[in-house]
């Protein structure tokens, strides 16, 4: 167990909708970073906020949005969802060089 | 271009036996390597990483890899594999977050382990 929860667990949406994913970092950690997980593939970086400003960014739209709050916990917003947007969405917290995940957040578009 | 190669999509192994897992990077700076493991339905767990020093490094499980700079290679190992090793094994490379770059991670497309009984 790494102290990284997120929520919700799974989630059915559909094409042109938005939705909001949830992370609660690990006590302690000011830096979160969300990846996106298509089926069959490894992780791709989407974001990193660190002390509430965004600190990077993959090569994903800006339809992709995130929140940090001052505690730490974190929001991914993805607005006018697309089929392809259906994958396993990660946060990770940390401190220093290391990254700790949280189990996910199932995402279904239809 | 920073990238990440697995070579092995998916390796059965019998329980018992030695098992290495292959990756290869490219990184222009300072390579941060990680190696985590993934249940099926779960998130990441962190094995082991490797900043600088010693480049044989230990993690959880019994799991070692050794870094190897000329060869852009950090290959996992375990001398006797377990039923409950059985996953999917990401190798991932990040940079100094406080050398300028962003400290985000470039995942390889993992590696998936099945065990024989």
């Known amino acids: 167990e790494t102290g990284v929860t997120q929520s919700p667990t799974h989630l059915i949406k559909t094409r042109g909708q938005q939705v909001t994913l949830r992370c609660s970092s690990q006590?302690?950690?000011?830096?979160v970073s969300w990846y996106q997980q298509a089926l069959g593939q490894g992780p791709q970086f989407i974001f990193q906020?660190?002390?509430?400003?965004?600190?990077g960014r993959g090569n994903f739209p800006p339809r992709f949005s995130g929140l940090q709050f001052p505690n730490y916990s974190s929001e991914l917003n993805v607005n006018a969802l697309e089929l392809d947007d259906s994958a396993l969405y990660l946060c990770?917290?940390?401190?220093?060089?290391?990254?700790?995940f949280g189990p996910g957040t199932r995402l279904l578009v239809l | 271009a920073q990238s990440v190669t697995q070579p092995d999509i998916h390796i059965t192994v019998s329980e018992g036996a030695s098992l290495e897992l292959r990756c290869n990077y490219s990184?222009?700076?300072?390579?941060?390597l990680f190696w985590y493991v993934q249940s099926p339905g779960q998130g990441l767990q962190l094995l082991l990483k490797?900043?600088?020093?010693?480049?044989l490094v230990q993690g959880i499980k019994g799991f070692e890899a050794e870094f190897k700079r000329s060869q852009s290679s950090f290959n996992l190992r375990k001398p006797s594999v377990h039923w409950s090793d059985a996953a999917e094994y990401f190798c991932?490379?990040?940079?100094?977050?406080?050398?300028?770059?962003?400290?985000?991670?470039?995942f390889g497309k993992g590696t998936k382990l099945s065990v024989k009984p």
């Open positions: 990770a917290s940390s401190l220093f060089e290391t990254q700790y």
């Open positions: 006590s302690g950690h000011n830096t």
């Open positions: 906020y660190y002390r509430e400003e965004e600190n």
């Open positions: 990184y222009g700076a300072t390579p941060y």
């Open positions: 490797y900043f600088s020093g010693d480049t």
């Open positions: 991932a490379v990040g940079g100094d977050p406080y050398g300028g770059s962003q400290g985000n991670l470039i």
